[in-house]
């Protein structure tokens, strides 16, 4: 007798004994996704015309702030304070450009290949499968053994690049704690509700980054004994403590990463003021 004979057959899509809401959590996180997808995308596009106005509206340079929004860090080319350099001539006149376009894919990648949310899209957007002893809708499985899904393996190497973007992050917090004065030009410390967004920002994507399971393996997971480099077995035993909350951490700098955005969108385009606590 063959050996498939006797496994279980396959149950109807949707088919289920479970009693709990099984389809709540998929739903969450596919209304969550699709509306950060939507607005990211919106606020990456915006940068389209403010090349063309001249007037970013990804920076706040008012009351002599200096914040950048997230999505726009690195600025290679753009027009705020902070860009490396300008769009160069050779850029087709053609072709839309926002300096978002040349680094939202870093962030981008590293969460879609990200080990936590690749559990949580597949069963959001893919429904395979829809939820844990749920029937799914396809008959076979290929897994990430094969193209296009190994290429999720890039997420170890993404890992590197989210990285130093949490210096990148972080080094912004630290420009949005100095505020220039309009008269002399000298800069003079100072903390505003903008400067507080931007920390916990660096902070939040921080706690997710370093909670990553490909750190955890670099750090100390690849030991077959941790007792025998015991500096690697306590960096492990923080990452494991990071990585715990993963999905936690995951969906709290998701959120504050496009808040910090929306923030400071609304206090460029003058729909808002940052209210500044003090300067020395
Ligand atoms: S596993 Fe989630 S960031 Fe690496």
């Given amino acids: 007798m063959d050996y498939a004979d006797t496994l279980p057959k396959q149950r109807p899509f949707g088919a ?6 099984w389809w709540l959590q ?3 996180v596919f209304l969550g996704f699709s509306a950060f997808i939507i607005y990211s995308t919106w606020a990456a596009f915006q940068g389209v015309s403010d090349m063309k106005t001249g007037i970013p509206s990804y920076w706040y340079g008012g009351n002599g702030a200096n914040y950048l929004s997230p999505f726009y860090s690195p600025e290679f080319w753009g027009i705020s304070p902070h860009a490396i350099g300008k769009l160069p001539s050779w850029w087709p006149s053609w072709a839309p450009f926002s300096p ?3 680094i939202l894919w870093a962030p981008a990648g590293f969460r879609f290949t990200c080990y936590y949310y690749r559990g949580a899209y597949y069963k959001s957007f893919w429904a395979d499968p ?3 002893a749920v029937g799914e809708p396809r008959k076979s499985y290929l897994g990430e053994k094969y193209f296009p899904l190994i290429i999720q393996n890039v997420h170890r190497y993404m890992f590197y690049v989210a990285a130093v973007f949490i210096v990148i992050l972080a080094y912004d917090a630290w420009l949005g ?4 004065d309009a008269v002399t030009g000298k800069e003079h410390f100072g903390i505003g509700v903008g400067t507080i967004i931007m920390t916990l920002n660096a902070v939040f994507l921080g706690l997710y980054t370093f909670g990553c399971h490909s750190l955890r393996h670099l750090i100390g997971g690849f030991l077959d004994s941790k007792s025998k480099a015991p500096t690697c077995g306590k960096a492990y035993n923080c990452v494991s403590c990071l990585n715990r909350k993963h ?3 995951a969906w709290i700098s998701l959120f504050w990463v496009g808040f910090t955005d929306v923030y400071i969108r609304l206090c460029a385009t003058g729909h808002i003021n940052d209210f500044v606590f003090f300067k020395l």
């Fill in 26 to 28: 998929p739903l969450v």
């Fill in 100 to 102: 978002a376009f040349l």
């Fill in 177 to 180: 704690m100095w505020f220039k």
């Fill in 16 to 21: 289920t004994t479970r009693p709990d809401a």
């Fill in 247 to 249: 999905m936690m951490w």
């Fill in 130 to 132: 829809i939820n844990c």
